[in-house]
């Protein structure tokens, strides 16, 4: 994933103002569940070497699925936005195993939408993040000063910035999954939101790693997403 594209994810709250009308703008909290189904091809690859994967934490394992809870969200009329999860995924195999948890899912308009994770226990925090922020900021100086200004003024704004934190230090993040063929099914309380989801080069190295040889490559079908969100009153 380009630089650029990551900048512009990282600093997803910002972006979604920008340019946008006050109607565009209004932030709406959401809360609800994500439901993600394997695809046919990840299950094969996955049993084909020896690869199983179970839930942790507060995600469940329901018909062939997993369900996350979403404990915080946003987003615009577009549904431009973000559902950050609680719980996570683990890949063993033997004694061999890794763990991917706290997803993010970020969408931002015109700049692509991805599933963020944490790798518990090792280093890096959001440095990739930041490189790509610091790209941006390079590249186009007049609308990050914009997006820093925009973000100093949104209310919760140090809530915000300290939940950024938090997450960053709570172990490697990564991109795992690209997301692609977004809807939205909108209704009274809320919407349905869908997704198709492509793996990452980050995640399959990760679940090379795991399985001992090469038993996936980037852009691989993980599955399908569902995210049932409500309007937080």
Request: proline share 4%; with cysteine; net charge positive.
């Amino acid at each position: 994933m380009r630089l650029r594209t990551l900048a512009a994810l990282g600093a997803a709250l910002a972006l979604l103002l920008v340019g946008a009308t006050a109607a565009q703008a209004k932030v709406t909290p959401l809360t609800g569940t994500t439901t993600l189904t394997p695809s046919p091809q990840a299950t094969e690859f996955l049993a084909n070497h020896g690869v199983a994967v179970a839930p942790t934490g507060a995600a469940t394992a329901e018909n062939g699925s997993f369900v996350f809870p979403i404990v915080a969200g946003f987003g615009t009329r577009s549904y431009s936005g973000l559902l950050a999860h609680d719980g996570g995924l683990e890949f063993t195999k033997a004694d061999r195993s890794v763990v991917v948890q706290n997803f993010v899912a970020v969408r931002v308009r015109r700049a692509g939408a991805v599933l963020l994770a944490q790798l518990p226990g090792l280093r890096g925090g959001c440095a990739r993040l930041r490189a790509g922020l610091a790209h941006f900021a390079l590249e186009h100086p007049t609308k990050a000063r914009h997006l820093r200004r925009v973000a100093r003024h949104l209310p919760g704004s140090r809530r915000l910035l300290e939940a950024v934190r938090d997450y960053c230090q709570g172990g490697r993040v990564i991109v795992l999954a690209r997301l692609t063929n977004l809807a939205k099914e909108a209704s009274y309380t809320g919407a349905l939101l869908s997704a198709d989801l492509k793996l990452s080069a980050q995640a399959a190295r990760l679940i090379n790693k795991v399985a001992g040889e090469q038993a996936v490559s980037a852009g691989a079908p993980l599955g399908t997403a569902e995210s049932r969100v409500t309007v937080v009153d």
